[in-house]
């Protein structure tokens, strides 16, 4: 089965940088999701999208920002990147926004900030 | 606002024992339990949810997670672990309050697990 697709797998940039983050979301998912893993954290949630329309925020630093397009892939974009961004971030995906709906997560970007 | 705390964060075992990852969240609404499973270098895989029900929930792999109320706790098992299952677990709730606009996650820290030969 179609999973959730990121990319890059792997991306490296230098301080005060930017990065561009890509996600396809599993095919009629409408609702797609980020968050950031730094280095032995648990995931934390950044912002999400339903149907191309912000839906949730939440702790993501104002050098970023997201969106939601009409095929319902979603990119990050990333600005003034600081050391303390490198981390993996995981793009998910599900059906709806009904709370205990199924999140299905990609196998994420790995950020690293030099 | 919700919160989940895994109370292990490692748990060496050897293989063919029993394991239980022990998870306690605090929320003030009706919540939905996950756990999810990473692996090396990989992404997060559902194991099992609990939405309602029965109380004692079957995932895969053979993990199982039993949702106690009372206690507010939603601990994982599994009768006999395999090297495979050498992996991070990380407990997750999603609740129905006015103050989450949509359905995401809170995760725990996380439980690293080992399984020793």
């Known amino acids: 089965a179609a999973g959730v697709i990121q990319s890059p797998r792997h991306l490296i940039k230098e301080k005060r940088e930017t990065a561009t983050l890509k996600c396809y979301p599993i095919p009629r998912h409408d609702t797609v999701y980020w968050y950031q893993q730094g280095p032995g954290q648990d995931p934390q949630f950044l912002i999400s999208?339903?149907?191309?329309?912000?839906?949730d925020k939440g702790s993501i630093p104002d050098r970023f920002s997201a969106q939601q397009f009409s095929d319902y892939h979603s990119e990050l974009n990333m600005s003034s990147l600081e050391l303390g961004d490198s981390a993996l971030y995981f793009c998910a995906s599900s059906l709806g926004v009904s709370f205990g709906n199924t999140i299905y997560f990609g196998e994420g970007s790995w950020l690293t900030v030099v | 606002a919700q919160s989940v705390t895994q109370l292990d964060s490692q748990v060496p075992v050897f293989e063919e024992a029993p394991v239980e990852l022990r998870c306690n969240y605090s929320s003030s609404v009706s919540v939905y339990l996950f756990w999810y499973v990473q692996y090396p270098n990989q992404g997060l895989q559902l194991l099992l949810k609990?939405?309602?029900?029965?109380?004692l929930v079957k995932g895969i792999n053979g993990f199982e997670a039993e949702f106690n109320k009372s206690q507010t706790s939603f601990h994982l098992m599994k009768p006999s672990v395999h090297i495979s299952d050498t992996a991070e677990y990380f407990c997750a709730v999603s609740g129905d309050s006015i103050k989450d606009a949509c359905n995401k996650l809170t995760f725990g820290g996380g439980t690293r697990v080992l399984v020793k030969p």
């Open positions: 999208f339903y149907e191309k329309m912000q839906s």
């Open positions: 609990y939405l309602s029900g029965s109380t």
